[in-house]
């Protein structure tokens, strides 16, 4: 399955205040860490200025989260060379057929007085320019909704939709920006899942059921 984001990555996802080789970074197999009163196992991801330097990225906003992995499914730490996307992984079956994948990109949602403003800016921000760029050139593509979430102690703004991938069939796409309290600076998250292998109900059970919902109960920001 290609998955495409180029062009989104071009433009850095920016909210302006007038409106709203496969290689990677050195990773620690087997790592426990307790989220939510769950046993996470998985690979740890530090995305800070070290990371930046060996990637050649600018990091303006460090975060951290950790990749679930198993020995029931296979995990790839997928090429970004070139590209602005600080990290790519995706899932397969044991047999190699398309699970899901995720990938985070900047985001810049300028800081407001009125929190709500902000929030309303990155919400339009992923539902329109965002959204249409993941789902251009794809088949019925439909943005299903817009909300406001938390990921963690963070706010965030996730948009969901679906789309029909000619080689993998339908694929719901979620796309999650998750505001940076401090600073303009944030990050936004995009996963891709095949209902073929993982149908889903609802919208609520992208959090729950997914590895990209498994990987934001252990995100958080480093500055």
Known sequence: ??????????????????????????????????????L???KTFKIDAAYGAEKKLEV????????????????????????????????????????ENFQFIPMNVAMREDEEDRIQAAANLLATKAFDMVVQGYE??????????????????????????PSVGLI??????????????GVLMVANVADKQLPLKNPDELKSKTRAGAMLSTFKYLD
């Open 172 to 185: 719901y796409t979620w796309l999650v920006g998750i505001l940076n309290p401090k600073q303009e600076h």
């Open 140 to 165: 019925k593509s439909k943005r299903d909704g817009v909300r406001k979430i938390k990921v963690g102690s963070y706010t965030a703004v996730e948009v969901f939709g679906r789309y029909v991938d």
């Open 40 to 42: 996470m196992i998985g």
């Open 1 to 38: 399955m290609k998955f495409r984001l180029s062009a989104l990555v071009a433009i850095l996802l920016v909210a302006a205040p007038a409106a709203a080789q496969d290689s990677g970074p050195k990773v620690k197999f087997n790592f426990f860490e307790m989220t939510g009163g769950n």
């Open 60 to 99: 303006k906003a460090p975060f951290r989260f950790i990749a679930p992995t198993s020995d029931e499914f296979l995990t790839r730490l997928q090429s970004t060379e070139g590209k602005d996307t600080f990290v790519k992984i995706a899932y397969a079956t044991l047999d190699k057929a398309f699970i």
